[in-house]
Protein backbone atom coordinates (compact mmCIF):
# COMPACT_ATOMS: atom_id res chain seq x y z
CA UNK A 1 0.00 0.00 0.00
CA UNK A 2 1.28 3.86 -0.39
CA UNK A 3 0.21 6.77 0.76
CA UNK A 4 0.02 9.43 -1.92
CA UNK A 5 0.37 12.36 0.17
CA UNK A 6 -0.60 16.54 -1.39
CA UNK A 7 0.58 19.31 0.43
CA UNK A 8 -1.10 22.64 1.06
CA UNK A 9 -3.69 24.55 3.09
CA UNK A 10 -7.46 24.23 3.65
CA UNK A 11 -9.85 26.22 2.59
CA UNK A 12 -11.09 28.05 -0.49
CA UNK A 13 -9.07 31.23 0.21
CA UNK A 14 -5.84 28.80 -0.22
CA UNK A 15 -7.14 27.02 -2.76
CA UNK A 16 -5.14 28.59 -6.40
CA UNK A 17 -2.27 29.25 -4.18
CA UNK A 18 1.06 28.58 -5.40
CA UNK A 19 1.63 26.77 -2.20
CA UNK A 20 -0.96 24.55 -2.93
CA UNK A 21 0.11 23.21 -5.83
CA UNK A 22 0.74 19.64 -3.73
CA UNK A 23 -3.31 19.28 -3.36
CA UNK A 24 -3.83 20.56 -6.86
CA UNK A 25 -2.17 17.38 -8.23
CA UNK A 26 -3.41 14.70 -5.64
CA UNK A 27 -7.25 16.38 -7.10
CA UNK A 28 -5.92 15.40 -10.43
CA UNK A 29 -4.54 12.10 -9.68
CA UNK A 30 -7.75 10.82 -7.90
CA UNK A 31 -10.09 12.16 -10.73
CA UNK A 32 -8.66 10.65 -13.45
CA UNK A 33 -7.40 7.26 -11.84
CA UNK A 34 -11.44 7.01 -10.54
CA UNK A 35 -10.48 7.12 -6.62
CA UNK A 36 -13.23 6.59 -4.05
CA UNK A 37 -14.84 10.15 -3.02
CA UNK A 38 -12.99 11.86 -0.88
CA UNK A 39 -13.89 11.67 3.01
CA UNK A 40 -12.47 13.01 6.35
CA UNK A 41 -10.18 10.20 8.31
CA UNK A 42 -6.47 10.76 10.31
CA UNK A 43 -6.99 14.97 10.09
CA UNK A 44 -6.99 15.19 6.57
CA UNK A 45 -8.98 14.30 3.59
CA UNK A 46 -8.39 11.09 2.17
CA UNK A 47 -9.43 8.94 -0.68
CA UNK A 48 -8.99 5.04 -1.97
CA UNK A 49 -7.45 4.08 -5.04
CA UNK A 50 -5.09 1.74 -6.87
CA UNK A 51 -2.29 2.97 -9.33
CA UNK A 52 -0.57 0.46 -11.12
CA UNK A 53 -1.82 -2.49 -9.57
CA UNK A 54 -1.02 -0.95 -5.90
CA UNK A 55 -3.63 0.11 -3.57
CA UNK A 56 -2.88 3.98 -2.56
CA UNK A 57 -4.68 5.89 0.22
CA UNK A 58 -4.38 9.58 -1.42
CA UNK A 59 -4.53 12.67 1.35
CA UNK A 60 -4.66 16.56 1.84
CA UNK A 61 -3.64 17.22 5.66
CA UNK A 62 -6.22 19.61 7.38
CA UNK A 63 -3.98 20.57 9.67
CA UNK A 64 -2.34 23.87 7.80
CA UNK A 65 1.21 23.40 5.80
CA UNK A 66 2.86 23.48 9.04
CA UNK A 67 1.49 20.28 10.70
CA UNK A 68 1.05 18.51 7.51
CA UNK A 69 3.37 15.47 9.60
CA UNK A 70 0.28 14.95 12.30
CA UNK A 71 -2.07 14.00 9.96
CA UNK A 72 0.67 11.92 7.86
CA UNK A 73 1.98 10.05 10.63
CA UNK A 74 -1.38 8.97 12.11
CA UNK A 75 -2.12 7.24 9.26
CA UNK A 76 1.43 5.67 8.67
CA UNK A 77 1.18 4.29 11.89
CA UNK A 78 -2.30 2.76 11.59
CA UNK A 79 -1.46 1.12 8.48
CA UNK A 80 1.79 -0.01 9.72
CA UNK A 81 3.17 1.85 6.60
CA UNK A 82 7.35 2.36 6.08
CA UNK A 83 7.95 6.12 4.71
CA UNK A 84 9.20 4.54 1.71
CA UNK A 85 5.79 3.65 1.17
CA UNK A 86 4.76 7.82 1.20
CA UNK A 87 4.80 9.71 -1.68
CA UNK A 88 4.96 13.61 -0.81
CA UNK A 89 3.68 16.24 -3.60
CA UNK A 90 4.89 19.94 -2.83
CA UNK A 91 6.13 23.23 -4.39
CA UNK A 92 9.25 24.43 -4.53
CA UNK A 93 10.62 27.62 -4.78
CA UNK A 94 13.89 26.45 -5.98
CA UNK A 95 12.92 24.85 -8.89
CA UNK A 96 12.18 26.71 -11.82
CA UNK A 97 7.70 26.42 -13.05
CA UNK A 98 6.84 23.77 -14.68
CA UNK A 99 9.99 21.35 -13.50
CA UNK A 100 9.94 18.52 -11.52
CA UNK A 101 12.04 16.68 -9.45
CA UNK A 102 11.83 13.13 -7.62
CA UNK A 103 14.02 11.67 -4.21
CA UNK A 104 13.48 9.32 -1.40
CA UNK A 105 15.20 11.33 1.31
CA UNK A 106 16.87 14.92 1.67
CA UNK A 107 16.21 17.69 3.01
CA UNK A 108 13.58 20.67 3.95
CA UNK A 109 15.08 23.06 1.51
CA UNK A 110 13.39 25.41 3.85
CA UNK A 111 9.90 23.70 3.35
CA UNK A 112 7.55 23.94 6.85
CA UNK A 113 5.24 20.94 5.50
CA UNK A 114 8.63 18.87 4.64
CA UNK A 115 10.32 19.94 8.15
CA UNK A 116 6.92 18.38 10.12
CA UNK A 117 6.85 15.29 8.07
CA UNK A 118 10.42 14.53 8.79
CA UNK A 119 9.53 15.26 12.42
CA UNK A 120 6.45 12.76 12.56
CA UNK A 121 8.38 9.91 10.05
CA UNK A 122 11.78 10.16 9.49
CA UNK A 123 13.04 11.68 6.14
CA UNK A 124 13.15 8.13 3.66
CA UNK A 125 10.23 8.90 2.06
CA UNK A 126 9.46 10.25 -1.58
CA UNK A 127 9.37 13.99 -2.28
CA UNK A 128 7.75 14.87 -5.45
CA UNK A 129 9.16 18.65 -6.11
CA UNK A 130 6.89 21.14 -8.08
CA UNK A 131 8.43 23.92 -9.67
CA UNK A 132 6.61 27.31 -8.93
CA UNK A 133 9.32 29.59 -9.33
CA UNK A 134 11.47 32.04 -7.03
CA UNK A 135 10.29 35.99 -6.60
CA UNK A 136 13.81 36.83 -6.52
CA UNK A 137 14.43 38.26 -3.01
CA UNK A 138 13.68 36.56 0.03
CA UNK A 139 11.54 38.68 1.95
CA UNK A 140 9.01 38.14 -0.63
CA UNK A 141 9.14 34.53 -0.85
CA UNK A 142 6.02 34.25 1.92
CA UNK A 143 3.64 36.67 -0.38
CA UNK A 144 4.80 34.59 -3.44
CA UNK A 145 3.72 31.19 -2.13
CA UNK A 146 0.69 32.17 -0.49
CA UNK A 147 -0.62 34.42 -3.37
CA UNK A 148 -2.66 32.58 -6.67
CA UNK A 149 -1.23 31.64 -9.81
CA UNK A 150 -1.46 34.23 -12.56
CA UNK A 151 -3.47 33.71 -15.26
CA UNK A 152 -0.52 33.67 -17.80
CA UNK A 153 0.53 30.81 -15.24
CA UNK A 154 -2.60 28.23 -16.04
CA UNK A 155 -1.19 26.90 -19.19
CA UNK A 156 1.73 25.25 -17.96
CA UNK A 157 0.02 24.37 -14.32
CA UNK A 158 -2.32 22.53 -15.92
CA UNK A 159 0.30 20.52 -18.28
CA UNK A 160 2.35 19.61 -15.62
CA UNK A 161 -0.46 18.34 -12.87
CA UNK A 162 -2.03 16.33 -15.57
CA UNK A 163 1.58 15.07 -16.72
CA UNK A 164 2.02 14.24 -13.32
CA UNK A 165 -1.51 12.37 -12.70
CA UNK A 166 -1.12 10.29 -15.90
CA UNK A 167 2.52 8.87 -15.59
CA UNK A 168 2.11 8.42 -11.23
CA UNK A 169 1.53 4.52 -11.42
CA UNK A 170 5.11 4.72 -12.70
CA UNK A 171 6.46 5.89 -9.65
CA UNK A 172 3.71 4.22 -7.76
CA UNK A 173 5.78 0.63 -8.98
CA UNK A 174 9.04 2.25 -8.16
CA UNK A 175 10.53 3.21 -11.23
CA UNK A 176 11.37 7.34 -10.56
CA UNK A 177 13.63 7.68 -13.62
CA UNK A 178 10.71 6.23 -16.02
CA UNK A 179 8.27 8.23 -13.76
CA UNK A 180 10.47 11.36 -14.37
CA UNK A 181 11.39 11.07 -18.21
CA UNK A 182 7.79 10.78 -19.05
CA UNK A 183 7.02 13.91 -16.99
CA UNK A 184 9.92 15.77 -18.98
CA UNK A 185 8.60 14.84 -22.34
CA UNK A 186 4.76 15.37 -21.94
CA UNK A 187 5.47 18.89 -20.92
CA UNK A 188 8.38 19.86 -23.24
CA UNK A 189 7.75 17.55 -26.22
CA UNK A 190 11.08 17.34 -28.03
CA UNK A 191 11.35 19.08 -31.29
CA UNK A 192 10.06 17.26 -34.57
CA UNK A 193 13.09 16.86 -36.59
CA UNK A 194 13.17 18.78 -39.86
CA UNK A 195 12.16 16.50 -42.80
CA UNK A 196 15.29 15.40 -45.12
CA UNK A 197 15.64 17.13 -48.28
CA UNK A 198 14.83 15.15 -51.03
CA UNK A 199 17.44 13.18 -52.99
CA UNK A 200 18.21 14.83 -56.54
CA UNK A 201 16.12 13.21 -59.54
CA UNK A 202 18.57 11.32 -61.70
CA UNK A 203 18.95 12.99 -65.48
CA UNK A 204 18.59 10.47 -68.55
CA UNK A 205 22.11 10.33 -68.99
CA UNK A 206 22.72 9.15 -65.48
CA UNK A 207 20.08 6.84 -65.33
CA UNK A 208 20.55 5.48 -69.32
CA UNK A 209 24.51 5.60 -69.44
CA UNK A 210 26.08 6.96 -71.88
CA UNK A 211 24.33 7.01 -75.16
CA UNK A 212 26.75 8.36 -77.56
CA UNK A 213 27.61 5.66 -80.34
CA UNK A 214 30.84 3.25 -79.70
CA UNK A 215 33.82 4.39 -81.54
CA UNK A 216 34.74 1.69 -84.71
CA UNK A 217 37.97 -0.13 -84.14
CA UNK A 218 40.67 -0.48 -87.10
Known amino acids: ??????????????????HNIGFMAVDEIVRRH??????????????????????????????????SG??????LRFFKLEPEQVIVLYDEIDLAPN????????????HNGIRSIEAHIGKEFWRVRLGVGHPG??????????NDF?????????????????????????????FMSR????????????PRPPKPEKTDQETKGDASPPEEST
Open 70 to 75: RAVGEA
Open 150 to 178: AKADQPWVERLLDAVAVEIPSLAQGDAPR
Open 137 to 146: QKDLVHSHVL
Open 1 to 18: MLLLVGLGNPGPRHAQNR
Open 183 to 194: VAETINPPRPKP
Open 99 to 110: KLRVKCGGGTGG
Open 34 to 67: SFAPWRKRFQAEVAEGRLGGEKALAMKPQTYMNE
